[in-house]
């Protein structure tokens, strides 16, 4: 079936260092997969972060950045400089063409940004 | 305010028992799902609705029925409640036709089960 791997929390970070998350995936069922982050901030609900539905290509959104990589199947999120506000739980996705919103997620992982 | 709105936040029930947990959303969708989240597993997929019809069932437990009485309601009951229910259960929607993979979650509803 299809599936997504990332990196489990919790992570700590201190605030203005980079982070990475990452997260590989498995497509046994999509022709062509659709790669999402989500974040869940305290409180509320998740909401998406990020799209990127073409292999190589690269979304970006309140600086993270997450590249789709067909040959390693990984999406991994970065952020050159974290913020205390960008505390959350990150999930990546998987989704196609097809399968409509039926997206398969990661298990989340917590990041913590320390002043 | 949130736009999709469910109730409760946190509940606890004994095995056996039975629940029923609220969504309504507030964003014109016609589409609307459960997801369900356990301790150190993945956020899974459970039910989607569009226009109030089955769509798709990914719960093999016939226990999880969901219920929808009206356009922008999706509600979960769940009878003969087992310990391994326990998990948080996120409504979501999206528009209809969206196959973008975009969808709006509300807060979820964190069950424990006794």
């Known amino acids: 079936g299809d599936s997504v791997t990332q990196t489990e929390g919790p992570v700590t970070v201190s605030e203005s260092e980079s982070l990475i998350i990452n997260c590989t995936y498995s497509?046994?069922?999509?022709?062509?997969?659709?790669l999402f982050w989500y974040v869940r901030y305290p409180g509320e609900g998740l909401q998406l972060l990020l799209k990127?539905?073409?292999?190589?290509q690269k979304g970006s959104s309140r600086g993270f950045e997450a590249t789709y990589n067909k040959e390693t199947t990984s999406f991994h999120l970065q952020k050159a400089s974290v913020q205390e506000s960008d505390s959350a739980v990150y999930y990546c996705?998987?989704?196609?063409?097809?399968?409509?919103?039926?997206?398969?997620f990661g298990k989340g992982a917590k990041l913590t940004v320390s002043p | 305010d949130p736009k999709i709105i469910q109730k409760p936040k946190y509940l606890v029930a004994v095995t056996g028992s039975e629940k029923i947990l609220i969504c309504e959303q507030y964003?014109?969708?016609?589409?609307m799902y459960w997801y369900r989240q356990s301790a150190k597993k993945p956020l899974e997929f459970m039910f989607s609705?569009?226009?109030?019809?089955?769509?798709d069932n990914q719960t093999a437990s016939s226990r999880f029925q969901p219920q929808s009485s009206k356009k922008n309601h999706l509600d979960l009951q769940i009878t003969a409640l087992k310990p391994d229910d326990s998990a948080t259960y996120f409504c979501?929607?999206?528009?209809?036709?969206?196959?973008?993979?975009?969808?709006?979650f509300g807060e979820g509803s964190k069950l424990t089960v006794l």
């Open positions: 979501a929607s999206s528009p209809q036709g969206a196959d973008t993979g975009q969808l709006y």
């Open positions: 497509a046994t069922s999509i022709a062509y997969p659709n």
């Open positions: 990127v539905i073409t292999a190589g």
């Open positions: 996705a998987l989704g196609g063409q097809g399968t409509g919103s039926k997206l398969s």
């Open positions: 964003l014109g969708h016609n589409a």
């Open positions: 609705y569009s226009y109030q019809k089955l769509m």
